[in-house]
């Protein structure tokens, strides 16, 4: 907030001085009720959130976060550990349920629909918004049935045939296909790390969702795995909106369109990922990229 | 550097002595566990075998039936006993006095005349023949032609007298003594005489007791660990239902059995001594085992398995059976198995409901009266004869038997479905 507030201090002293007195508006339109720096606005949301608050117990986790997600448009979020960033990912398929002691205030709107609304149920919620966790987990199944667990139980497929074809298409769409379709009756764990976790990416392909969320998914992966899962993602752009939480900037600035500057559970900037990288706004931002923490 | 080298002696003489500790636990568990083996084995394999003695028996009609005669009423009230004694008077037709026939007659067990009523009513056509059939020695014989009785004794303090020796020795002679393979050991129940007894009524009643308290923990263990560890809200009621279970674990055996007597038998009124009492009161037991190995079990399934099934959209429920379960039922299995084991081997409680009664038939269910087997060694060892000795050794091994393979079951279980992440 200090920041915020010396900031605009010093866009009034320009405003006086009389010169880039747009550039000065613009960044005054920007600072919402929050405190975020930057547009959190886009024309075409898949998912809004307003307001949103978490807290674990008595404990507040992330504070007065409104973050609006693009469709087709990879959004990461970025900033040091502990500062809420996966945490507001597992709000947006309410994989938080799962925690008992937390809470999560606000609105997270998907499609007019708000998700933590009594009514809807979180079965069809995870199914339109699929998740990929930083270590790979594939159930210790077969490949085929890692792929055609989701369509079974939500009886996306009529039979056996079309369950075949969803899952070549998903471990297609994965670019994992090439290497499995041989032994697709071998155990999933059996692959190496990066093939699990394309093998994750397809089982959340499997069940169409609208959404993708990542939680560094390459975190656990050697260098080329990762390059092959960040070429993956911007493919899957297409099709798919994607939120990835990383650790690594040039990750970020690889894959993202969006990016979200988090820092002790405020969403402190966000911006494209090109403005973000080159021209940050806050000081938080400009020192967490230029690395003077992290 | 100096120094540093100088605390290195130091530090490798504590690892060494540390190391040269734990084999010595080690080494002397081995120890003991040989020696309960080894003094097991030692009195118990006799027993596997048992002194048999050939009659040549005359199926004389006036005892048993004329020749012809078929129905079994008739031939099972024929005079067997009398049969044996005839034919032990025709082998030694020295013997006259009252008091040495009696001594005489002692040598045959008293199952020989049954055994002979048995193959009677089988082949009535025998009725008027001669043939020679092995029959079982008595308990005090046996116990001489193994070399348990001391004939460096006095005559008076010895079971088997000086004439009876020479009698053994006459028949020895002619080859009418041998020792065969004890199966009656194993197909009979209990019996007040040794060399009639055998384990099958209790290996059968543990069988039942085993059934019924499978029957019931395994269901309500699983039921419960699932509960606990998956749905119920972790508070203090949750916590102190953990504590509660974690105690009854420790609780003795014979508070069970007491339990047992007092609900089950006085105030349900069933019946004392059957094997769904015993069951009943096992899986009381049991059941904290089970839960306890059972919530391990969930817990070790790692927490990323139920992430990835909630996160496709796997409800709860689907998490649990689809993927939980199936990863954890090893372990339950194993803590289930171990759970039986336990039960197998109690026998406590079972003294409480009435199990420790004398039961010469075999059950042939569940509500039939019926012993178990640490119960019918506990009933051995506490009999006088020399042969109960060897036969309660022998029934030890058998109930280790059981035990062993059960706990190599469960290792088998655990390594054949153990995943690796």
């Known amino acids: 907030m200090d920041e915020v507030i010396n900031r605009n201090s010093t866009i009034a ?165 090439e ?53 993956l993602i911007d493919e899957l752009r297409e099709n798919y909106t994607i939120a990835i939480v990383t650790h690594s900037m040039q990750q970020a600035a690889r894959v993202s369109q969006r990016t979200a500057y988090f820092h002790l559970g405020k969403l402190i900037e966000v911006g494209e990922t090109d403005q973000i990288f080159t021209a940050p706004r806050h000081r938080l931002t400009e020192d967490y990229i230029t690395g003077r923490f992290g | 550097m100096t120094r540093v080298e100088k605390s290195l002696a130091r530090r490798y003489r504590q690892e060494r002595n540390f190391k040269r500790l734990g084999l010595g636990a080690i080494l002397l568990g081995l120890l003991f566990v040989s020696f309960l083996f080894i003094s097991i084995f030692a009195n118990g394999y006799t027993a596997f075998q048992q002194t048999f003695i050939k009659l040549d028996v005359f199926y004389d009609p006036e005892m048993i039936a004329p020749v012809g005669e078929t129905d079994p009423d008739v031939l099972s009230a024929g005079n067997y006993g009398g049969l044996v004694k005839a034919t032990m008077r025709e082998l030694f037709p020295s013997v006259t006095s009252r008091r040495d026939k009696k001594k005489l007659y002692g040598l045959i067990s008293t199952g020989a005349r049954f055994q002979i009523r048995e193959r009677v009513m089988q082949d009535p056509s025998v009725i008027g023949q001669r043939e020679s059939i092995w029959v079982p020695a008595d308990d005090d014989v046996d116990m001489l032609i193994k070399g348990h009785i001391d004939l460096n004794l006095p005559e008076s303090d010895r079971r088997i ?114 094997p769904l009492v015993g069951g009943l009161v096992l899986a009381l037991m049991t059941l904290p085992t089970i839960i306890i190995a059972s919530r391990a079990a969930l817990k070790s399934v790692p927490p990323s398995i139920r992430e990835a099934a909630l996160g496709v959209g796997a409800s709860p429920m689907q998490t649990i059976t689809h993927h939980v379960l199936p990863l954890a039922l090893p372990g339950m299995l194993t803590g289930t198995i171990i759970g039986m084991a336990q039960a197998l081997g109690e026998t406590a409680p079972l003294l409480m409901i009435g199990m420790v009664a004398f039961i010469v038939d075999i059950p042939g269910g569940a509500m039939d009266p019926s012993a178990v087997l640490p119960v019918q060694i506990y009933l051995w060892a506490d009999s006088p004869e020399r042969a109960f000795v060897e ?22 279980l655990r390594k054949k479905f153990e995943r690796r992440w």
């Open chain 2, 161 to 274: 007298k000086d004439d009876q020796l020479s009698w053994i020795q006459g028949m020895q002679e002619e080859g009418r003594v041998e020792k065969r393979f004890n199966t009656t050991f194993f197909t009979a129940g209990d019996s007040r005489e040794p060399e009639l007894s055998g384990i099958k009524g209790a290996a059968v009643g543990s069988f039942f007791t085993l059934l019924i308290c499978l029957a019931i923990s395994f269901p309500v263990g699983v039921a419960a660990a699932v509960y606990l560890e998956e749905v119920a809200p972790k508070n203090r009621w949750t916590d102190l239902i953990e504590v509660n279970i974690n105690n009854l674990a420790a609780v003795p055996s014979i508070v069970f059995g007491l339990l047992g007597l007092a609900v089950f038998i006085n105030f349900f009124g069933l019946p004392r001594s059957v």
């Open chain 1, 13 to 177: 002293r320009e405003l006086k001085a009389g010169s880039g007195a747009e550039v000065g508006m613009q960044v005054l339109n920007d600072s919402q009720s929050s405190g975020t720096v930057g547009d959190i606005y886009v024309d075409d949301p898949r998912m809004t959130c307003r307001n949103v608050n978490v807290y674990y117990g008595d404990k507040q986790a992330i504070f007065d976060i409104d973050l609006d997600i693009a469709k087709h448009q990879v959004i990461s979020m970025i900033g040091p550990s502990g500062c809420g960033k996966s945490t507001f990912l597992r709000c947006l398929n309410r994989m938080n349920d799962t925690i008992d002691i937390c809470k999560v205030t606000g609105q997270i709107k998907m499609e007019g629909q708000d998700i933590y609304d009594g009514g809807l149920d979180v079965v069809p919620l995870r199914a339109s918004v699929g998740m990929v966790f930083q270590k790979p987990n594939p159930f210790p199944k077969s490949i085929y049935d890692n792929i055609g667990y989701g369509p079974r139980i939500h009886g996306l497929n009529d039979d056996k045939d079309h369950l075949d074809e969803i899952v070549e298409t998903s471990l297609k769409k994965a670019g994992l296909w």
């Open chain 1, 179 to 231: 290497e499995v379709k041989d032994r697709l009756d071998q155990p999933g764990t059996g692959l190496s790390g990066g093939q699990q976790q394309r093998l994750c990416i397809a089982r959340a392909i499997a069940v169409s969702p609208e959404v993708i969320l990542m939680d560094e998914p390459c975190s656990a992966l050697d260098p080329i795995a990762t390059a092959k899962i960040e070429e």
């Open chain 2, 391 to 412: 036969r309660t050794s022998a029934a030890i091994m058998v109930l280790l038997a059981f035990l062993i393979s059960m706990n190599l079951l469960a290792v088998w």
